[in-house]
């Protein structure tokens, strides 16, 4: 393990989550001006089996994976083979049913495209058929009007912008993530696990269902979750009113499987596979918005690419930092607010910095940069938060490394 004197206090923090027993295994790395200052792994990847946790254990990071697949599409926009100002329908001409002709690629990239859940049920046969899942969306009408509003599009973000990149390239976000991120640049990072590295993945423990009666104190509902985890549809009520009003919808919310926001995250059903997200068919089937499996220094070093300029144009950067929604969210209870592909501060994305961007996991999971400050920051674990008190693992960990600056 590795880290700088100047951010003691970071270990000190990491230290102390598994000393609370918040932590069973997880890892943090930090770069600074593009040089690593941090790189810390500690407890088990397997808790059936006692599986220490290694340098190089990788975890499953769910919604990190957003962030990967818009850098994607952006890498296409400087080549000029996307617009992201172009109908959908130009790169994808079934698209264009159920009244969707006028949706753009950028309100795919910002959850403003109304196409948060996949209406029918997805069979299990099909979770690995990225382009039948899109299929199914591209028949659908939208839930409002696109461009309208946005809400969180938990899973359906992968599919979507997945396929615009299929059509433009003929290949997956997996395969164009690995040739074109992962591998010139040496990252611990896969849309898509090779069997090799699913054997020595961290197995996930879930999370508690959430409890209506109470929150832990001192935490802050929906914090660095998927992003937070908890929310509510926009037929159950909006985003607003007094905290404990909030509070109530959100756990009445995560508690009803006929909410938006559980429908949003649980179809394709992970659930119905033995194992959730350890089963080995969610860890190589690569969904775009939901799939990668990462390193701590694997996912921080995809952010020290970014703000470096080694993966995109500085100017394309800035402009998909520039937020395109900031607000109620149709899915998600809370205030959220997106770039292109990107979270930005917000209160589901909190943070000690206006220049921060990145994008948090279900569970805990967060991916980092800050091109102000020259921060590239990368979290996984293996236990899983509660969905309704958030975590606050991964903010104190931030928090920590802002404090050592």
């Known amino acids: 393990m590795h880290c700088d004197p100047r951010f003691s206090r970071v270990r000190e923090v990491f230290e102390r989550n598994f000393a609370d027993g918040e932590e069973l295994g997880a890892a943090f790395a930090v770069y600074l001006d593009g040089e690593p200052v941090v790189d810390l792994w500690d407890g088990v990847a397997d808790r059936h089996t006692g599986r220490a946790w290694e340098r190089d254990t990788p975890a499953f990071a769910y919604s990190c994976t957003k962030a990967l697949t818009a850098a994607v599409l952006l890498r296409l926009v400087e080549q000029g083979l996307v617009d992201v100002r172009a109908p959908v329908a130009a790169y994808w001409p079934e698209f264009a049913a159920g009244g969707k002709a006028a949706v753009t690629v950028e309100h795919l990239l910002s959850h403003q495209a109304g196409l948060p859940v996949v209406a029918e049920p997805v069979p ?56 074109e991120i992962a591998g ?4 611990e990072l896969w849309v898509g696990a090779p069997e090799e590295v699913i054997a020595r993945t961290a197995r996930l423990k879930a999370r508690e269902r959430p409890d209506a009666t109470k929150t832990p104190a001192g935490e802050r509902p929906g914090t660095t979750g998927a992003p937070s985890g908890t929310g509510t549809g926009a037929t159950e009520g909006q985003a607003g009113g007094r905290p404990d009003d909030v509070l109530a919808r959100m756990v009445q919310a995560a508690l009803d499987p006929h909410s938006l926001m559980n429908r949003a995250l649980g179809n394709p059903g992970i659930h119905l596979l033995k194992g959730g997200a350890n089963n080995p068919v969610i860890l190589r089937a690569g969904w775009p918005a939901a799939g990668v499996v990462t390193t701590a220094r ?7 690419a970014l703000i470096s300029g080694d993966l995109l144009r500085q100017e394309t950067l800035t402009e998909a930092l520039r937020p395109r929604v900031n607000g109620p969210d149709r899915v998600l209870l809370l205030d959220t607010s997106f770039g292109l592909g990107f979270m930005r501060p917000s209160l589901t994305f909190p943070t000690p910095s ?18 102000g400050r020259g921060l590239a920051i990368g979290y996984v674990m293996n236990r899983m938060a509660d969905a309704v008190s958030g975590n606050l693992r991964a903010l104190r960990l931030v928090q920590s490394v802002y404090d050592s600056l």
Do not use: C, N
């Open 124 to 179: 299990v046969e099909e979770f690995e058929d990225q382009p039948a899942i899109a299929a199914r969306l591209a028949g659908q009408e939208p839930l409002w009007e696109p461009g309208s509003a946005h809400g969180y599009h938990a899973l359906t973000y992968g599919f979507l912008v997945g396929e615009v990149i299929r059509r433009v390239t003929g290949k997956s976000v997996g395969e164009l993530v690995a040739a």
């Open 298 to 304: 694997g996912l921080a070093g995809f952010y020290r």
């Open 184 to 187: 010139p640049l040496d990252l």
């Open 354 to 371: 206006p220049t921060a961007f990145g994008h948090s996991g279900m569970g805990g999971s967060i991916g980092w940069g800050d091109p």
